[in-house]
């Protein structure tokens, strides 16, 4: 669907907002943002004030192992964020100007 209307949307796209947000998101990469930890929530809320149209957030401040996207990940001593993408993460970082050096230039170059 999004192949035969592509072309009028990205000529139109004042008129086409919803298709060409679907066009991004088949164009560019997508990203999951998670944060684990005791400030897991502050942290969290702290990267969301960037505009990043290309990811997902999630975060638990509790251990929580029945979830596969937060299974290992949680500390008692430090709150990491994990950059990840297609089911492959970076390096966990524990500052956010840290998670947004990993994530904005990978969003800038695709």
């Known amino acids: 669907m999004t192949g035969r209307i592509r072309q009028i949307t990205l000529n139109n796209a004042q008129y086409f907002s919803h298709w060409a947000e679907l066009l991004l998101f088949e164009l560019n990469p997508f990203y999951e943002v998670v944060t684990a ?8 809320r702290q990267l969301q004030t960037e505009y990043l149209p290309h990811a997902v957030f999630a975060f638990t401040a ?3 192992e029945t979830r596969g996207l937060f299974a290992g990940r ?27 050096a990993q994530l904005l230039p990978s969003l800038k170059t695709q």
């Open 62 to 64: 509790v251990p929580d």
């Open 74 to 100: 949680y500390s008692d001593e430090t709150t990491r964020i994990y950059i990840c993408r297609d089911n492959a993460c970076l390096a966990p970082v524990t500052a956010v100007d840290e998670a947004l």
């Open 37 to 44: 930890g005791p400030n897991a929530r502050e942290l969290s």
